[in-house]
T-cell receptor
Framework: KAGVTQTPRYLIKTRGQQVTLSCSPISGHRSVSWYQQTPGQGLQFLFEYFSETQRNKGNFPGRFSGRQFSNSRSEMNVSTLELGDSALYLC???????????FGPGTRLTVL | QQQVKQSPQSLIVQKGGISIINCAYENTAFDYFPWYQQFPGKGPALLIAIRPDVSEKKEGRFTISFNKSAKQFSLHIMDSQPGDSATYFCAANLGYEGSNYKLTFGKGTLLTVNP
């Protein structure tokens, strides 16, 4: 069974640009969550989607947004990038969102 | 507000020794407590998880001990090996009733197992 896949694996952007990250969950999983990981703040929850509906959103500015498609694939978008957005962005999938969550390898975003 | 506190931040253990990582939580509504292992350049991998109705769960060399009254849980790695060197995260989830569908993570413990 294939795991969670994330594309791209690495991104370098400059301040003010926008970026879109993609996540394909494990087959059959309908819940997709996004987390930001930084050395200082650790793993922080961004948002969670289930059947194309956002059920929860973390404490991040409106520049961070996401969506989920009918095939459960998800994208997150960050607009007007800031230096502090440099981080590893992780996607996790699960059947329901309140049990085991399985993480992808992440997308390493560097903002210059 | 950090709802899951993890200690120590770093841990050095000799090969064959026991590694112990502790976590404490505040929200008594948490219903699911997983541990993740993360190697550099990789995403966190689910290692083992426990629910509050069980005081201990063992999978191979990894054991979770859970103390509901103290609101604490810990990961024990028996016979630690150099290949166990990684960052370990504890986490908590609200579970089905009242779920907010997110994991709240501890800050992580960097484990180094010396050969």
């Amino acid at each position: 069974k294939a795991g969670v896949t994330q594309t791209p694996r690495y991104l370098i952007k400059t301040r003010g640009q926008q970026v879109t990250l993609s996540c394909s969950p494990i087959s059959g999983h309908r819940s997709v969550s996004w987390y930001q990981q930084t050395p200082g703040q650790g793993l922080q929850f961004l948002f969670e989607y289930f059947s194309e509906t956002q059920r929860n959103k973390g404490n991040f500015p409106g520049r961070f947004s996401g969506r989920q498609f009918s095939n459960s694939r998800s994208e997150m978008n960050v607009s007007t990038l800031e230096l502090g957005d440099s981080a590893l962005y992780l996607c996790a999938s699960s059947f329901t969102g309140y049990n085991e969550q399985f993480f992808g390898p992440g997308t390493r975003l560097t903002v210059l | 507000q950090q709802q899951v506190k993890q200690s120590p931040q770093s841990l050095i253990v000799q090969k064959g020794g026991i590694s112990i990582i502790n976590c404490a939580y505040e929200n008594t509504a948490f219903d699911y407590f997983p541990w993740y292992q993360q190697f550099p350049g990789k995403g966190p991998a689910l290692l083992i998880a426990i629910r509050p109705d069980v005081s201990e769960k063992k999978e191979g060399r990894f054991t979770i001990s859970f103390n509901k009254s103290a609101k604490q849980f810990s990961l024990h790695i028996m016979d630690s090996q150099p290949g166990d060197s990684a960052t370990y995260f504890c986490a908590a989830n609200l579970g089905y009733e009242g779920s907010n569908y997110k994991l709240t993570f501890g800050k992580g413990t960097l484990l180094t197992v010396n050969p």
